[in-house]
């Protein structure tokens, strides 16, 4: 006899932000709680969570952990760059769109100089172009440092090739490379590289390693690969209220996520239900995906009544902001089969 509960789907697929956290982690955090620990990042969980990325990435790093990709991005960026300094980032980026400009403010000034590129990506040509204007004229911004987006808001993901290609471009005009890796994980597992390979040894100089949206409570990474930079990079957080004075209760969650693989698993499992979507949706009339689907992150395009009628049944997902019809669908480590054929079944009913 099935003693299994009854399905119950869940349909929202308008972020990764939407799941909650993965029970490994919540039952770290719990261990974490009890007894006594240092404060602000000298307790032993702390020190084991660089010990983990080290590892993880092959090479001694500094680690500094916050709660959110907002700050991990902006305190990154405000080591990168001085308030004269033009942070450059694809138009679409997240440092540009959706953070209200708290980088901005982290960085005392910097300015965003926004590049164009297919796929949300920096086109190389134009990049190379920006790197160079107006160096030396007191009177404008200096480019400072470049910062791009694995993987990107549209759900697409750069090659190893293409990072190298930013980062050739950098070092000839001596800026460091920045990777806002809110989505890390579903980039690394979609390209089968290593973390190095996809990081420093591609030139990238620091990184937001993100973790929230792929299973974690609330902690994300600061991973600096140039080890001069974390001196003022502490004093930075604090200054800026990101110091958790318990900072154990952020470091159990993320060793729990680094450890065993789980944030690999959780990002496999994200970008699976991703593909099913895409291949579900593959052979209906009036539905048209746009691009391939690499990551967990899909657009597509379709009928005004199907969108209706597919919010009518409780669905919840973006549309119009990328125009009329475009949808973007999201999935997440908790998002289940069931939870994919749930959503087909019902577009296909839309769609006859």
């Known amino acids: 006899m099935d003693t299994s509960p009854p399905f119950s789907p869940q349909l929202g697929f308008s972020s990764d932000n939407i799941a909650g956290a993965s029970p490994q982690v919540l039952d770290a955090l719990l261990r974490a709680n009890e007894g006594q620990a240092q404060p602000y990042g000298a307790d032993d969980a702390s020190q084991r969570v660089t010990r983990q990325l080290a590892e993880i990435f092959e090479r001694e790093v500094e680690v500094l952990l916050v709660p959110t990709g907002t700050a991990a991005n902006s305190l990154a960026l405000s080591v990168l760059t001085?308030?004269?300094?033009?942070?450059?980032?694809?138009?679409?980026?997240?440092?540009a769109n959706d953070e209200c400009g708290a980088p901005q403010f982290y960085?005392?000034?910097?300015?965003?100089?926004?590049?164009?590129?297919?796929?949300?990506?920096?086109?190389?040509?134009?990049?190379?172009?920006e790197v160079h204007r107006k160096v030396g004229d007191v009177h404008s911004m200096q480019p400072a440092c470049v910062s791009i987006t694995q993987g990107t808001e549209t759900g697409s993901v750069y090659t190893l090739a293409e990072i190298a290609a930013i980062s050739e471009i950098c070092q000839g005009a001596g800026l460091p490379l920045h990777m806002d890796g809110a989505r890390f994980a579903n980039a690394l597992v979609s390209l089968g590289c290593t973390p190095a390979e996809m990081t420093w040894k591609a030139g990238v100089k620091a990184l937001s390693f993100g973790a929230t949206k792929n299973g974690v409570l609330g902690a994300e990474a600061i991973v600096l690969f140039e080890p001069g930079l974390a001196t003022e990079l502490a004093y930075r957080r604090k200054r800026g209220g990101h110091l958790f004075s318990k900072m154990r209760l952020l470091s159990a969650q993320m060793e729990a996520y680094l450890d065993d693989g789980l944030w690999l698993r959780n990002a496999r499992q994200a970008n699976a239900m991703a593909a099913r979507l895409a291949a579900g949706m593959a052979d209906l009339p009036g539905v048209q995906t746009q691009g391939p689907v690499q990551a967990n992150i899909l657009f597509c395009r379709l009928p005004a009544a199907a969108i209706d009628g597919l919010l009518a049944q409780g669905f919840r997902f973006y549309h119009d902001r990328w125009g009329p019809g475009v949808v973007r669908l999201v999935t997440s480590f908790a998002t289940r089969e069931q939870d994919v054929d749930h959503f087909l079944a019902a577009l296909r009913e839309q769609c006859r």
């Open 82 to 95: 001085p308030p004269w300094g033009s942070v450059l980032c694809h138009a679409q980026s997240h440092i």
């Open 107 to 129: 960085t005392s000034g910097a300015r965003l100089t926004l590049l164009d590129g297919d796929a949300a990506k920096i086109d190389p040509a134009q990049l190379a172009v």
